[in-house]
Structures are given as structure tokens and as C-alpha cells.
């Protein structure tokens, strides 16, 4: 990270697009109608966090009451102390008990279109309930108890709903993996989770092909021996193997099961799930969630960030995987609290064709869409007249997520997925921070794109230098959040240092999210980017450090620096700089192997863009690989910083001139 902690920064986009004037018409009412409202708000719940949130607490259904909202110590905080609480029930049988169980909770459209169309399933919150009681029996039936870690690797489909929700409502926190990744990260994950049971798919459709889960877990299996029941859904019908004794298919696990089964009344503070993320070492972290404040942070920013409206026949999409934490809290369990079915689709936006997406939205009379800028750049590249040979009348809010927006891809979804009347909501969060923490309210902030604008009611956010004084407007520094909120992590699993360091050392007192921000005149946020070595490409988050480790394990590669660079649908893509020994040559054809390479011991995401040779790689005198350097590199600039500390000048050329 830059010692110094004020960045440069510079003034961009400035115009401004007010919500809509019919909105809340369109919309059936809106929970936040306007600025004066959101501002009396906004202060009175970042004066008092605990009567505000509390206040929300009360909507959910408890077991038991808490005996206070918060315990704060830092880095330590505590929601609804003592209160028992279970997310499953929250999610399911309160809408039940609402008199909402005939109605859709889960609407699933498969990505292979056949003769017929696509398959879609809906499943209603009853139904919903009696798949996951099943499940939930059919895990107990394998001696899955409360408080055991349950891996779950699987593709889009409903059972990868249905299984998070079995493991919520039997108090087994999930750690769903995202199934994109390979079997080296399955691996590591399990074996830090200490999981001994995992939940997957024969197969998972990708642009018409099978990724073969099963097989994957099969390869991590090699490298882990905690595992002891392996659950296997069949989706696809791809050849697999089966293991006797470890392998069960999830259709025989529930055949018998009954479809009644009771929720364990879970504390507030009890672990709901973890979810490993990336940061600025080689291995991920697993990020703790608990139950009580992720609930009730989840349930309130769906509800006025997207501002659903129960009851107004709204249908809402995330495009996100339930992999990421987005998947986590914005199709899962913010969502289903809300009373409004949560869509859900398997596969590729391109996928047979490139208008896949409009005419999901079209079909199924979409009104709140979320998906990344990385997707929008993809749309915009494919050409407007995709979405325009279908009718997005129904759509009522548009959302945006993962990584900063560049106005032109702001504009264009306004524009042509918007038609102008759909406030956009630019939201950003992290895994760690569990739900959203600034953004726009549909009905109420002004727009400007490229800014996510103000924080979420309760969210005392700020951007300051490294002791925690508020800087000037337009000033860039330390993205910090100075009080506590309900869904922030509770901590890295199994490495409290590793929490400390990384969130609570930068800033006395204050949780530092390791982007960089600056606010305007209006007081608006814009996130700059990442402080650490944690880069995001196509909005999912990887450390360099990550896809460093991976190259150096091939025996080709001595030495390996990785670096972000611009690129135009990633955002970020990945520029790596390798040295080799002496056996190898450097050519074309190493390059296609190291890809696969870290494609192996990663997942595809982590491929590298471009990968140049060089015999050293730029170092301090102190013996510092000089990223900011290799960054201009990749980006094509010529460095204009200070390299007099550069170790041997001749590096330089010597990476310039190797171009891919
Ligand atoms: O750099 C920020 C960026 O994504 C990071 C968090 O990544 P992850 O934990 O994978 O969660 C992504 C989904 C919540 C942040 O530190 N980021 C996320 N949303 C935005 C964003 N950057 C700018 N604008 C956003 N709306």
C-alpha cells in the first residue's frame, strides 16, 4: 500500500439524473421518497445505530428476544446479543406463516433452450419448504450436526438454493464455492474449513457445455482427506464416478426423507456461513458471517436499495452467482425475507444468443435487475439491438454491483436497458461488509454516474487520511466505516491476527475496507480502487498474490509479479510478469501452458490476459518488486514515477520489449 494515504484524484462525470418522477407510480410506492427523507434518516440511524436497527430487528421472526442491539469492542461486534434467531425460517416459513406460502419464492430458468423453450421451475415458498426440509432430513441422515462446516460446489440451479437453506435451517454454516474454481481451490478451502461434507452437481451448464463439478471435486479429494460424504445432484448426465461409501445422490438422500423438519433456534451471533475471498497473500480468507445482524442487514437493504415493494407483482434478478457474496445477500437471503421471488438463471448471457438476458427479462416481466459493469460492457459490445427487439417495459430498477461503473457503461444502461425511467443503483460493498453500504435509493438520491453516492441508512461512512481525520472534498484517501453494522464479518477463519491486520491496523478504531475514495461537493463517494493487492477482474475479486503463487508452482517459472491493468469488458485484467529457468523457452506456446496452468490451480477466471518474459523483474534496492511500475508497463504508459531506488535499470527494456 502507498505510504501515503491522500491520493491524486480527478473530476470526471458531473451530470446528474434525478429519480424519475413517476417512479414510485410505477414501482407501487417507495419506501424512501426523497432526499429530505433519506437525510432525517440517515442521521438519526447513524446517531443511534441500535434504535435504528433494532427498530428493523423487530420485523423479523425471533425465538427468542435479544437483550441488547449491540456489544461493540473492537475489532469485536455483537448484534442482538443473546437474541435466537434462524435465517431459513426467516427466509421461508415466516412468509408461510404470512400467508404467503402459494406464492412464487423462487422462479428458475435453465440455460439449455430446447424445442420447448427453456426450462423454467417456480417454486413456491411452501414448496420451497418441503425441498429443503427434505434436504435438510437428508443431511441430518448423514450425521451433519449443527455448528459442522457443509461445502457446496454446484451450478445455478435450485437445489444450490434449496441446499444453503437445508444447512441454515439445521445450524451447519454453508461455504459455497463458486463453481468456477478448480480443484487445487476446493481443496484448500475444505481443508481450511475442515469440511467433511460437500454438496455437488455431475455437471454444470456453461455456453452449451458441461463443467464437470463432480470430477473436480473428485481431483480435490485427492488433496484433502477430510471429506466423508459427498453429495452429488445430477443435472447434467455426464459420465461420472461414483465412490461407495462417500457418494451419495442427492435423489436417493431425500427419497424418504420427511418434509417437516425443524429449525434450530440458532444465537444471533452463531456462524451462518463462511465465504472464502481474496486478499493480498496467496491464500484466501474465509470470511464469518453470523446469523442475527446478516439477516437484518439483508432484509433492509433489499428492500430500500431496490426498493421492493411486496405484493406489487414484482420479479427480481440478480445476475451475480450464488458463489459471491452478492449471490449470498441479494438472491438469497435479503431477497426471499422480502416477499418478492428471486429469479434465478443458469447459465451464459450470450447463451444461445446474445439477446439471452432481454429476453429472460422480457419473459418473465422482470422489474429489478442487478448485474455487474462487466456484463454491461459485454451488452454494449454485442450491440443495443439485443435488448431492443425485446420489450424491458416491466423493468422499475436497475443495479449495478462488483466494481466501479465508467459513465459511458452508466449511460448505456439508462438508456437503452432503462429507457430512461429506471433509477440506477450504483452499490458498493464487499464480501466482508455482508450487504450493501453506500448507494443510491431509487426513489430519492440523484444520480451521477461513475458515483455510488451516499451511504445506507446506519452506515457512518467515510473517507480519511491514515489517522482518521475526514478529508476535504475531492480529496482522496482511506475508504473507511467508523461504527459498526449489523452483516460486517465477524472475522477470518481461523486467523484472528489475520482480521486485525487486515481491517482494523490501517485506521485506529475504524474498519478500512482497502479501497481507496474520495467524496465531492455533494458529498458523494467515488471509489477509486484497491489499496492492496486485491484486483478485480469481470467484478470478481483476486489477488495478485493468488495467481502469483500458482505460476511459480510450475516448474517453467522462477519468478512471477502480477499486476492489474486496464482492459475493456474485465474492467481489470491480468498482466503477469514471469522469469524462467534456464530449461524453458520462453514462447507462445509456454504462455498457453502457464494460462492453463493457473486455470488449473485457480479456476478460468484467474487466466492471465497477457504474460511478458524477462530475466529479472524490477526490484527495489531493498529487494521490492516495483508493482507501480510493472502497472505502467502493462497499461502501455511510460512510468513517470521514481524509480531512482530501481535495482537494474536494464529490466525495464528488457520488459518492454517482450511484448505478447
Ligand atoms: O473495490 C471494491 C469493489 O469490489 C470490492 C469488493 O469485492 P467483493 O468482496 O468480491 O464484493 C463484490 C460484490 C459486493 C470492493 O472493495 N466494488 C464493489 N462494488 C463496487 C466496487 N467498486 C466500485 N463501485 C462499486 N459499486
Not at 463443467?211 to 488433496?223: F, G
Not at 431425500?254 to 444465537?267: A, K, R
Request: aromatic residues 10%; hydrophobic residues 40%; negative net charge.
Amino acid at each position: 500500500m502507498s505510504d501515503d494515504s491522500r491520493i491524486e484524484s480527478v473530476l470526471s462525470e458531473q451530470r446528474v439524473f434525478d429519480p424519475p418522477a413517476d417512479f414510485a407510480e410505477r414501482c407501487g410506492g417507495a419506501w424512501v421518497e426523497s432526499m429530505e427523507v433519506y437525510r432525517e434518516l440517515h442521521e438519526a440511524s447513524v446517531e443511534d445505530p441500535e434504535n435504528f436497527w433494532g427498530a428493523i430487528a423487530n420485523e423479523l421472526d425471533w425465538f427468542e428476544p435479544w437483550t441488547s442491539v449491540l456489544d461493540w469492542d473492537a475489532p469485536d461486534a455483537k448484534w442482538f446479543v443473546n437474541g435466537k434467531i434462524n435465517a431459513c425460517y426467516n427466509c421461508v416459513d415466516r412468509l408461510i406463516n404470512m400467508g404467503h406460502g402459494d406464492q412464487a419464492a423462487l422462479i428458475w430458468e435453465g440455460e439449455p433452450v430446447g424445442e420447448e423453450g427453456p426450462e423454467v421451475r417456480t417454486l413456491t415458498y411452501r414448496e420451497l419448504h418441503a425441498e429443503v426440509c427434505r434436504f435438510a432430513n437428508g443431511l441430518k441422515s448423514l450425521g451433519v450436526e449443527r455448528g459442522d462446516i457443509v461445502t457446496i460446489y454446484m451450478g445455478m440451479v435450485p437445489e444450490l438454493t434449496i441446499a444453503v437453506l437445508a444447512c441454515a435451517r439445521i445450524g451447519a454454516p454453508h461455504s459455497v464455492i463458486f463453481g468456477g474454481f478448480s480443484a487445487a481451490a476446493i481443496a484448500d478451502r475444505v481443508e481450511d474449513a475442515k469440511s467433511e461434507t460437500i454438496i455437488t452437481c455431475d455437471g454444470a451448464w456453461r455456453r452449451g457445455s458441461v463443467v464437470p463439478l463432480k470430477a473436480n471435486v473428485d481431483e480435490a479429494m485427492k488433496s484433502t482427506d477430510h471429506v466423508k460424504n459427498v453429495v452429488v445432484l445430477r443435472r447434467c448426465n455426464n459420465e461420472i464416478d461414483m465412490h461407495v461409501g462417500r457418494d451419495h445422490f442427492w435423489s436417493d438422500l431425500v427419497e424418504d426423507q420427511s418434509d417437516e423438519c425443524p429449525c434450530e433456534p440458532m444465537d444471533s451471533e452463531d456462524m451462518l456461513f463462511l465465504l472464502y475471498t481474496s486478499g493480498s497473500t496467496g491464500k484466501p480468507k474465509g470470511i464469518m458471517h453470523t446469523t442475527g445482524g446478516y439477516l437484518v442487514h439483508t432484509y433492509l437493504t433489499s428492500r430500500y436499495t431496490f426498493n421492493l415493494r411486496p405484493g406489487q407483482d414484482h420479479v427480481y434478478w440478480c445476475t451475480a452467482d450464488v458463489g459471491w457474496i452478492t449471490g449470498h445477500s441479494y438472491i438469497i437471503y435479503g431477497i426471499l425475507q422480502n416477499h418478492v421471488p428471486t429469479l434465478m438463471y443458469e447459465g451464459a448471457p450470450n447463451h444461445p444468443d446474445p439477446d439471452r438476458f432481454w429476453e429472460i427479462v422480457d419473459r418473465h416481466k422482470v422489474t429489478h435487475f442487478y448485474t455487474a459493469p462487466t456484463a454491461i460492457r459485454a451488452f454494449m459490445k454485442w450491440g443495443e439491438e439485443h435488448p431492443r427487439k425485446h420489450d424491458l417495459s416491466s423493468l422499475c430498477v436497475l443495479g449495478t454491483v462488483g466494481e466501479p461503473i465508467n459513465p459511458e457503461a452508466w449511460m448505456w444502461y439508462h438508456r437503452v436497458i432503462g429507457h430512461e425511467r429506471c433509477p440506477i443503483v450504483d452499490t458498493w460493498w464487499q464480501t466482508e461488509t455482508g450487504g450493501h453500504m453506500i448507494t443510491p435509493l431509487p426513489a430519492a438520491t440523484p444520480a451521477v454516474p461513475g458515483s455510488c453516492t451516499l451511504p445506507f441508512l446506519g452506515i457512518d461512512a467515510a473517507v480519511v487520511d491514515k489517522e482518521g481525520h475526514e478529508l476535504n472534498p475531492n480529496e482522496g484517501g482511506l475508504l473507511v466505516v467508523r461504527k459498526p453494522w449489523p452483516s460486517m464479518l465477524r472475522g477470518i477463519y481461523g486467523d484472528r491476527q489475520r482480521f486485525i491486520d487486515t481491517y482494523f491496523s490501517t485506521v485506529e478504531g475504524m474498519y478500512f475496507a482497502g479501497d481507496s475514495a474520495r467524496r465531492d461537493d455533494r458529498g458523494y463517494f467515488w471509489i477509486m480502487g484497491r489499496m492492496d493487492d486485491v484486483i478485480n477482474v469481470s467484478g470478481h475479486r483476486l489477488g495478485t498474490m493468488e495467481v502469483e503463487s500458482a505460476l511459480v508452482s510450475h516448474d517453467a517459472v522462477v519468478e512471477a509479479a502480477v499486476v492489474g491493468m486496464p482492459h475493456e469488458i474485465k474492467g481489470t485484467g491480468i498482466a503477469a510478469f514471469c522469469s524462467l529457468s534456464p530449461a524453458y523457452q520462453a514462447d507462445d506456446h509456454l504462455r498457453d501452458v502457464l494460462r492453463e496452468h493457473v486455470a488449473k490451480e485457480i479456476g478460468a477466471i484467474a487466466k492471465p490476459d497477457m504474460i511478458r518474459f524477462t530475466d529479472a523483474l524490477p526490484k527495489t534496492r531493498s529487494g521490492k518488486i516495483m508493482r507501480r511500475l510493472l502497472r505502467d508497463i502493462a497499461a502501455g504508459k511510460e512510468s513517470t514515477g521514481d524509480m531512482t531506488t530501481l535495482e537494474d535499470f536494464s529490466v525495464i527494456a528488457s520488459l518492454r520489449g517482450d511484448e505478447e
